[in-house]
């Protein structure tokens, strides 16, 4: 079982996510590398919002080779690099959570694996026995 809760002694979420989700009973858990803006064909666009839909896009297709949903994401991390419009980029995650809200955590680095990469995201997910 997951329980997602926003305490009433908490404020309320900036964006759309959950403060906690408590995940309780037997599970099986699939915990995701940190996934790149590059697109199915390895190709890698300039622009940071298309790198957070194809990250987004390839979180996707690996919960799908997990047979899992996004309805099973219980934490995303963002790591971002430079200058992101921030309305363009909830439009690009919120297009692909619809209205699910896992735990989220947004960071700003000074770099990642390589100077191209604007965006990784890793995630956990799980789904009942």
């Known amino acids: ?3 997602f809760r926003n305490p009433e002694n908490i404020h309320a ?5 959950t403060h906690q989700i408590e995940v309780t ?7 995701l ?5 590059k697109d199915e064909n390895g190709i890698l ?3 940071p919002i298309k790198q957070i ?4 896009e390839n979180l996707v297709r690996n919960l799908h080779a997990a047979n899992m949903e996004i309805k099973d994401l219980v934490k995303i991390t963002f790591y971002m690099v430079g200058p992101i419009d921030n309305l363009k980029r909830r439009e690009a ?3 692909v959570l619809q209205d699910h809200n896992p735990c989220m955590t947004m960071l700003y ?8 990469f604007k965006v990784e995201v890793d995630a956990w997910a799980c789904v009942d026995y």
């Open 1 to 3: 079982m997951k329980i």
């Open 13 to 17: 979420p900036v964006a759309a996510y």
């Open 25 to 31: 009973g037997q599970k099986r858990w699939l915990v």
């Open 33 to 37: 590398s940190g996934q790149l803006g």
């Open 45 to 47: 666009p300039e622009d």
């Open 53 to 56: 839909e194809n990250a987004m």
């Open 93 to 95: 995650v919120s297009k």
């Open 109 to 116: 680095v000074a770099s990642l694996a390589d100077p191209s």
